[in-house]
């Protein structure tokens, strides 16, 4: 009897760990977002950690464009790039570079000089709904690839990288 005892004391632990564990990756996954920054060096700097909530407390833009990737035109909505940059007082001017981060690791530079007023951003939204994991979301750099001829090149649409997590600047 006492074994039976030992044997369901120790699974109720191992429950309770692994509830604890899912816990704490529940909060740690609350960050729709990580910002690190490195120096030239390659040391990490500064991390941010945004929540979905906290992007969208920025102010708001939007465009409509088609992409290669998506059938019409689409209306996107989120925050610029220059001005997510500008919360965190980092520059867009210079030699710096973006490396952003997919989900499934798939990662792609931008070059810092991207950041700017009409350029890229990080949609939330698509056609007026919050974008899913399956729907290229919930995070997705996107170009307004109608507005200039410039955006519409193979560099810059490797640059709009879907299901984004995080973006490391490197100065």
């Given at each position: 009897m006492?074994?039976?005892?030992?044997?369901l004391a120790a699974l109720l632990f191992a429950f309770g760990v692994s509830m604890s564990c899912g816990a704490a990756s529940a909060v740690a996954s609350e960050a729709a977002l990580t910002v690190t920054e490195k120096g030239g060096d390659g040391q990490i700097t500064a991390q941010h950690h945004f929540t979905m909530e906290d992007l969208q407390q920025m102010p708001r833009v939007g465009f409509d464009t088609a992409t290669i990737w998506t059938s019409g035109v689409q209306q996107f909505a989120g925050v610029s790039l220059v001005h997510?940059?500008?919360?965190?007082?980092?520059?867009?001017?210079g030699d710096g570079v973006l490396t952003a981060r997919a989900i499934n690791d798939y990662?792609?530079?931008i070059p810092l000089a991207d950041a700017v007023e009409g350029g890229p951003i990080v949609a939330y939204e698509r056609n007026g709904a919050v974008m899913s994991l399956r729907d290229k979301g919930p995070l997705w750099i996107v170009y307004p690839f109608d507005s200039d001829p410039a955006y519409q090149t193979e560099a810059i649409?490797?640059?709009?990288?879907?299901?984004?997590?995080?973006?490391?600047?490197?100065?």
């Amino acid at each position: 009897m006492k074994t039976l005892y030992k044997r369901l004391a120790a699974l109720l632990f191992a429950f309770g760990v692994s509830m604890s564990c899912g816990a704490a990756s529940a909060v740690a996954s609350e960050a729709a977002l990580t910002v690190t920054e490195k120096g030239g060096d390659g040391q990490i700097t500064a991390q941010h950690h945004f929540t979905m909530e906290d992007l969208q407390q920025m102010p708001r833009v939007g465009f409509d464009t088609a992409t290669i990737w998506t059938s019409g035109v689409q209306q996107f909505a989120g925050v610029s790039l220059v001005h997510l940059l500008a919360t965190l007082e980092l520059p867009t001017d210079g030699d710096g570079v973006l490396t952003a981060r997919a989900i499934n690791d798939y990662s792609v530079e931008i070059p810092l000089a991207d950041a700017v007023e009409g350029g890229p951003i990080v949609a939330y939204e698509r056609n007026g709904a919050v974008m899913s994991l399956r729907d290229k979301g919930p995070l997705w750099i996107v170009y307004p690839f109608d507005s200039d001829p410039a955006y519409q090149t193979e560099a810059i649409y490797s640059r709009s990288i879907w299901q984004l997590e995080e973006i490391t600047v490197t100065k």
